[in-house]
């Protein structure tokens, strides 16, 4: 038994030497991904162009990365609200508009429709964000229609202080709320 068991080891290590010497194992004994495999000969024999006579390569090819220029909108740049500068609320006022099939819903979760819930999401900036058609998402309950609305504050830098206090406020049991807000 113990013979078989190293002559197993042997012949393991062996391969492993094997591969390595032809270039399918990298210094760390990982196999090599499928850009570092030497490909069969072709029938034609292409000669090595410069990436300048090539052109451009084709998205998602695995030969070549694509660089991609990321650039916010221009609303959503040094928009952080200061203190005396305007603010501007939006509501993202979400309606499922297209529910999941039962078909599709395996595990038959609940569908929950985002426009009756409680909370909702929205965006406090310092610019104004101009029209924003309408966009889907997709969720696990279906297709969602987003639609971005402006919310008029007034005393817009009172009514954030409040929320503000309602929201983030330390808690603590010994102290009582310095501010009572009305529960609208």
Same mark, same amino acid.
């Given at each position: @038994?113990?013979?078989?068991?190293?002559?197993?080891?042997?012949?393991?290590?062996?391969?492993?030497?094997?591969?390595?010497? %032809?270039?399918?194992?990298?210094?760390?004994?990982?196999?090599?991904?499928?850009?570092?495999?030497? &490909?069969?000969?072709?029938?034609?024999?292409?000669?090595?162009?410069?990436?300048?006579? @090539?052109?451009?390569?084709?998205?998602?090819?695995?030969?070549?990365?694509?660089?991609?220029?990321?650039?916010?909108?221009?609303?959503?740049?040094?928009?952080?609200?200061?203190?005396?500068?305007?603010?501007?609320?939006?509501?993202? %006022? @979400?309606?499922?508009?297209?529910?999941?099939?039962?078909?599709?819903?395996?595990?038959?979760?609940?569908?929950?429709?985002?426009?009756?819930?409680?909370?909702?999401?929205?965006?406090?900036? &310092?610019?104004?964000?101009? @029209?924003?058609?309408?966009?889907?998402?997709?969720?696990?309950?279906?297709?969602?229609?987003?639609?971005?609305?402006?919310?008029?504050?007034?005393?817009?830098?009172?009514?954030?202080?409040?929320?503000?206090?309602?929201?983030?406020?330390?808690? &603590?049991?010994?102290?009582?709320?310095?501010? &009572?807000?009305? %529960?609208?």
């Amino acid at each position: @038994m113990p013979l078989e068991y190293l002559a197993k080891q042997a012949v393991a290590l062996q391969t492993v030497k094997v591969l390595h010497v %032809n270039g399918e194992l990298d210094d760390d004994l990982v196999p090599v991904g499928k850009e570092g495999v030497k &490909s069969e000969p072709d029938i034609c024999v292409v000669e090595d162009l410069d990436e300048e006579e @090539m052109g451009e390569f084709r998205p998602g090819s695995t030969k070549r990365r694509q660089y991609y220029d990321k650039q916010l909108a221009a609303e959503l740049v040094d928009c952080v609200p200061k203190e005396g500068s305007p603010l501007h609320l939006y509501w993202l %006022n @979400m309606v499922l508009s297209c529910p999941l099939p039962d078909e599709q819903n395996t595990r038959g979760r609940k569908l929950h429709p985002p426009e009756l819930a409680s909370q909702a999401f929205g965006i406090l900036l &310092s610019k104004e964000i101009h @029209m924003v058609p309408s966009f889907p998402i997709f969720t696990r309950c279906g297709e969602v229609q987003v639609q971005v609305v402006g919310v008029l504050i007034k005393d817009s830098w009172a009514c954030l202080h409040k929320l503000f206090l309602k929201y983030f406020r330390p808690r &603590s049991t010994t102290s009582t709320d310095p501010v &009572s807000l009305p %529960n609208d």
